[in-house]
């Protein structure tokens, strides 16, 4: 029942593509290798900018400086407390008010000092277990507090070092078990 005046239509590229395009759907091309459907929705990619930034604060120099950062803060908020609460007198006679804050200061900044040096050790410690490790898990804060721990004691005897590491190890362990099981 075909007519003999009927033209059948040769189909150019171009019109294949677009009829795919209807019938598939449309694809956006973010970058030179990946296709993303859109039916899949918004899809985040970062950026270059965005990786950088992120490399920058997943570094090993960044969290430590990080964590001898707010370790200082911290050792300073707790040396103040303390030096507050108790401070030790010197002579029977009473203090001046100069001299329980400049042994306030004293105390404060040595709290704020050894909380630095032991957060900087402890996350340099971590960031690079857990670099050679190519794991994350709570192994890497176990080795991490045996070995600050070990470092620190260290200056005391070996005797002291090992109890030091088993102590921070331990240590460690409850904290990062705590934290993850909550």
Not at 151 to 164: D, E, P, Y
């Amino acid at each position: 029942m075909a007519s003999s005046d009927t033209k059948y239509h040769q189909m150019t590229p171009e019109e294949w593509l677009s009829l795919t395009k209807y019938f598939v759907g449309n694809n956006q091309r973010y970058r030179e290798n990946i296709i993303l459907p859109k039916f899949l929705g918004p899809v985040k990619i970062k950026t270059n900018e965005e990786k950088a930034v992120e490399a920058v604060f997943e570094s090993c120099a960044f969290k430590s400086l990080m964590s001898c950062v707010v370790g200082y803060g911290l050792g300073a908020a707790i040396g103040l407390f303390s030096s507050s609460v108790g401070p030790s007198v010197t002579s029977v006679e009473q203090q001046s008010a100069k001299e329980v804050f400049r042994e306030m200061k004293t105390t404060t900044l040595s709290y704020a000092k050894n909380f630095a040096i032991i957060g900087a050790i402890f996350s340099a410690v971590e960031c690079t277990i857990e670099s050679a490790r190519g794991k994350s898990d709570w192994k890497n804060g176990t080795y991490a507090g045996a070995v600050t721990g070990g470092i620190l004691g260290l200056r005391a005897g070996v005797k002291a070092a090992i109890f030091g590491a088993a102590g921070f190890a331990a240590f460690s362990t409850a904290i990062d078990y705590y934290m993850h099981s909550r």
